[in-house]
């Protein structure tokens, strides 16, 4: 009986995998390297204050997009029992997730022998790189054509260009 339990835990967890919807990832990772152009002047721990606030505003904008999800469009149409909470929480949880990848690149920085603002850069190439890796994702899952595939990656890498050109443009 376990055993059946366990395979239909396997294929629930499957056909999530299947269905995934990667847009949060892409926006998170936006969120990410937004985040790092906007933090501007730290205080005395930097690393720490930008790590904690690559999560904190993660968990923020994670949480965020379950309410609207839960408390608009879901709970129009049908009551909001745990299920379809914890649905919620999965089907939004890439833009949590989106938040590490930068995170720890400032959190290592110091064994790369980065300062600050080294830190600050490697977290910011990390949040477009990703960004580009959630859209190609997105784009292989939805079965993208080459081009298509190839058209999503520019023009993420694109818009995350141009978060890195507002970083010249607002100097802090």
């Not at 990848?101 to 080294?118: F, W």
Request: net charge positive; charged share 15%; hydrophobic share 55%.
């Amino acid at each position: 009986m376990t055993t059946d339990r366990g395979a239909a835990r396997k294929a629930r967890g499957a056909e999530r995998r299947a269905h995934a919807d990667y847009t949060g990832g892409v926006y998170g990772a936006m969120l990410a390297a937004s985040v790092v152009i906007g933090a501007g002047t730290l205080g005395s721990l930097p690393r720490l204050e930008l790590v904690l606030l690559l999560v904190l505003t993660g968990a923020v904008f994670w949480l965020a997009h379950v309410h609207a999800q839960l408390f608009g469009a879901r709970l129009a149409q049908r009551n909001v029992d745990r299920a379809t909470v914890l649905h919620v929480c999965r089907e939004e949880w890439p833009i949590l997730q989106a938040a590490g990848p930068p995170a720890a690149a400032v959190a290592v920085s110091p064994l790369l022998g980065l300062d600050v603002q080294g830190a600050v850069w490697l977290a910011l190439a990390v949040a477009v790189a990703e960004q580009v890796g959630w859209s190609v994702a997105a784009s292989l899952r939805a079965g993208a054509s080459r081009g298509q595939l190839a058209g999503s990656a520019a023009v993420n890498l694109l818009l995350g260009l141009l978060i890195i050109a507002f970083k010249f443009v607002v100097k802090h």
